[in-house]
T-cell receptor
Framework: DSGVTQTPKHLITATGQRVTLRCSPR?????VYWYQQSLDQGLQFLIQYYNGEERAKGNILERFSAQQFPDLHSELNLSSLELGDSALYFCASSASGGENEKLFFGSGTQLSVL | GEDVEQSLFLSVREGDSSVINCTYTDSSSTYLYWYKQEPGAGLQLLTY?????DMKQDQRLTVLLNKKDKHLSLRIADTQTGDSAIYFCAESISDSWGKLQFGAGTQVVVTP
């Protein structure tokens, strides 16, 4: 158990809908990362937050947004969902988000868009 | 992870050694990592190596780094069935505050 909790584990929804994925980082970790894992794109970095502030942005679509709350949990919001958004979404956390930060990953949320 | 390349599949017999190879492109990467993903689970950090090292050993795991060729390998000694998983190589991106660039993963299948 990495200590990173993601909910829900599975999510099935329809095209055009909006969903929210939730992540609780390890106790004491200030930085949260979101990754998308799909068969064709592999593991893609989406976005990183540190202590409530956005720190780095990767291949995140404009339809997606995220935030980190004062209690350090994070949510990833996916809207106007398309079939191609079906993927495994991972959250990871690290102590502070600096170099050689060891990332601890949650078990992921499997999103299926039908 | 188009900047980090790995072979996609490796089959190995139980008890043999496994060697998983990876090439990366960011010569300024300071740290390189190996993660393991078992079915239905997240990524588990196995080991990492600092870019000024050539080798790191941790129990059954040996990491070799050839910085000149930007080549990283993970050797698993005495491979067990529990080692069957997908193994990801990842490089730290310079000035990226902890962001990692992952390879596509190598599926390792251990046969009895």
């Amino acid at each position: 158990d990495s200590g990173v909790t993601q909910t829900p584990k599975h999510l099935i929804t329809a095209t055009g809908q909006r969903v929210t994925l939730r992540c609780s980082p390890r106790s004491g970790d200030l930085s949260v990362y979101w990754y998308q894992q799909s068969l064709d794109q592999g593991l893609q970095f989406l976005i990183q937050y540190y202590n409530g502030e956005e720190r780095a942005k990767g291949n995140i679509l404009e339809r997606f947004s995220a935030q980190q709350f004062p209690d350090l949990h994070s949510e990833l919001n996916l809207s106007s969902l398309e079939l191609g958004d079906s993927a495994l979404y991972f959250c990871a956390s690290s102590a502070s988000g600096g170099e050689n930060e060891k990332l601890f990953f949650g078990s992921g949320t499997q999103l299926s868009v039908l | 992870g188009e900047d980090v390349e790995q072979s996609l599949f490796l089959s190995v017999r139980e008890g043999d050694s496994s060697v998983i190879n990876c090439t990366y492109t960011d010569s300024s990467s300071t740290y390189l990592y190996w993660y393991k993903q078992e079915p239905g689970a997240g990524l588990q950090l196995l080991t990492y190596i600092f870019s000024n090292m050539d080798m790191k050993q941790d129990q059954r795991l040996t990491v070799l780094l050839n910085k000149k060729d930007k080549h990283l390998s993970l050797r698993i000694a005495d491979t067990q069935t529990g080692d069957s998983a997908i193994y990801f190589c990842a490089e730290s991106i310079s000035d990226s505050w902890g962001k990692l660039q992952f390879g596509a993963g190598t599926q390792v299948v251990v046969t009895p």
